[in-house]
């Protein structure tokens, strides 16, 4: 037979429940674990009439009805306070939302230049590759852009006849030492020595040469390079990341190969080509094994770490995308050809 206590017990327990079901708030919640599981909650007093029982076993029976009643007083609290968080959170993102859609007022004027699409969606694929994006400055030290590329002082293009240096004086460079970038490889090194393998990036930027406008050349153009650093990476892994950019950018009927060349920077160092449907290939752009010099001067231990790298134009790649003969007419503003794509 139970005891009075423990029909009191049953009691506070019940009363608990129904006020930690019927809180709305957190505050309100709070005060119900007080008022029944705190120093002078409800259950607690009961504890001091444990000692007035008569016998153990009447003892016993109100021991486990007391702790039973806790137990159930306190996960009921616990999933409460669970659901008033919630809904707490949710009412306050909702409070806080913005509506961030833009609306276009009129007819929709202008779209991005060819090259710029070329960028975007070169980017689309890199990242649906499993790459991410690196920037880096346009104006360059002859550090990053020649010396830790393994590009010697006696290289061709680190004399003004290739190069736009700038008049920069200043105490970060040395005169005749601060240039535009002749490429995107310096945001390789950059990267290197600023986060921990492995590495899987792509770097698209503007650069810079002095070349003389033609058909396919301008001195103001865009390239895209891809860094991976990682251990045990192989030629292998290049051929195949170049076959699967290949068809992710161009088309399932599109092939690759690479073709032996040099590089100072790489070593082995290829030409990649394409294949079109029709059967005949272009020079897309060269690529090879991370020199183990630039690995040093990113930083990295050449006996631990491997990696390749490739770059090609984007202003090419639109090109060939769009059949477009002279590489000039991207830049004419000529409505008539704008409008095309």
């Given at each position: ?25 957190l ?43 806790t ?54 694929v ?9 920037e ?89 390079e ?8 192989t ?40 294949q ?23 930083g ?11 770059g ?30």
């Amino acid at each position: 037979m139970d005891s009075p206590l423990s029909a009191d017990v049953a009691a506070a327990r019940d009363a608990g429940l129904t006020r930690v079901a019927a809180s709305v708030t957190l505050d309100e919640l709070a005060a119900v674990d007080a008022e029944v599981l705190g120093k002078k909650g409800s259950l607690v007093v009961l504890k001091t009439r444990l000692g007035s029982l008569g016998t153990v076993d009447e003892k016993k029976a109100a021991g486990q009805a007391l702790h039973a009643a806790t137990q159930a007083v306190t996960e009921a609290l616990t999933v409460r306070r669970e659901e008033l968080r919630r809904a707490a959170r949710a009412a306050q993102l909702e409070a806080e939302r913005l509506d961030l859609t833009e609306e276009l007022v009129g007819p929709r004027r202008g779209h991005a230049h060819l090259v710029t699409q070329a960028w975007h969606r070169l980017e689309d694929v890199f990242i649906g590759l499993g790459f991410q994006i690196a920037e880096g400055p346009e104006v360059e030290t002859d550090f990053y852009n020649f010396e830790a590329l393994n590009m010697p002082r006696s290289h061709p293009a680190r004399s003004g006849f290739d190069t736009l240096f700038t008049d920069y004086h200043g105490p970060l460079a040395e005169e005749g030492t601060v240039l535009l970038r002749t490429h995107t490889s310096p945001v390789q090194i950059r990267v290197m020595q600023t986060i921990e393998p492995p590495i899987y990036m792509v770097m698209p930027g503007r650069v810079f040469r002095r070349d003389t406008p033609d058909a396919t050349h301008m001195p103001v153009f865009h390239q895209i390079e891809g860094l991976v650093i990682d251990r045990g990476i192989t030629m292998a892994h290049l051929a195949g990341t170049i076959d699967a950019f290949t068809k992710a950018f161009f088309g399932g009927a599109f092939t690759s190969r690479l073709r032996p060349n040099y590089f100072p920077f790489t070593e082995p160092s290829a030409e990649f080509d394409i294949q079109r449907p029709d059967g005949s290939w272009i020079e897309l752009g060269g690529c090879g094994m991370v020199h183990p010099n630039v690995l040093r001067a990113g930083g990295l231990d050449p006996e631990e770490w491997s990696g390749f790298a490739f770059g090609f134009g984007i202003d090419r790649m639109a090109r060939e995308r769009h059949g477009i003969d002279d590489i000039r007419d991207m830049y004419s503003n000529d409505i008539r050809f704008i409008e095309q794509f």
